[in-house]
């Protein structure tokens, strides 16, 4: 079956430890993206990678760091995490960037740095 | 950057209702797309719309690229309780950074049988 998967689901860890949310798809597509969800601020991009080694910054990227060492793999790492990075967090990806097929979309990451 | 502009931004709505919800942008955009978010999931493609003026539909969901290329709306008609959820609609443009999708900040639909 065609995917995304993020793990893990749900973790809940405390300011200042290190974490990495992993991503990884099976469709052979070029383009991933991470995006956080905070109520009523919608979906916001934090990073995206056009092809293998080639990755740039979203909105908010301030507080993440990514790698795409390969091209099914998108990990999304939080060297430091604070609490206001408290939010669920989306993996996403697409043929190529600027698809016309817009973008499929992992289950969730639900963070809670405490 | 480019922003969207949702509205409204929930709607509390009877069974058997038609709902309709709207996306508008400063900026135009070639491509416009309807995501639905079911709760505790990602967002699922429901409609792309690729020609201004194309009217679409998918079941009970009926959407359109405005004319002007800056907005799109989005109608589900006969409302059940599977339809709650929050849709976001998104604009994206053709090539370089512009490829990515700008999100709306979504509209929160809740259904009473």
Redesign the interface.
Known sequence: EAQ?TQNPRYLITVTGKKLTVTCSQNMNHE?M?W?RQDP????R?IY?SMNVEVT?K??VPEGYKVSRKEKRNFPLILESPSPNQTSLY?C?SSP?????????????TRLTVV | ?QQLN?SP?SMFIQEGEDVSMNCTSSSIFN?W?W?KQDP??????LI?L?KAGELTSNGRLTAQFGITRKDSFLNISASIPSDVGIY?C?G??????????I????TKLSVKP
């Open positions: 995304v383009y993206s995006y009523g601020l919608g979906l991009q995206y740039d979203g909105d989306f996403a190529r960037q600027g698809s016309l097929y817009g973008y499929t979309f992992g289950s969730g | 950057g949702q931004q491509t797309l995501y505790g999931e990602g967002p699922v493609l792309a690729y976001f998104a994206q443009n053709y090539g370089g950074s512009q490829g990515n999708l999100f709306g900040k979504g």
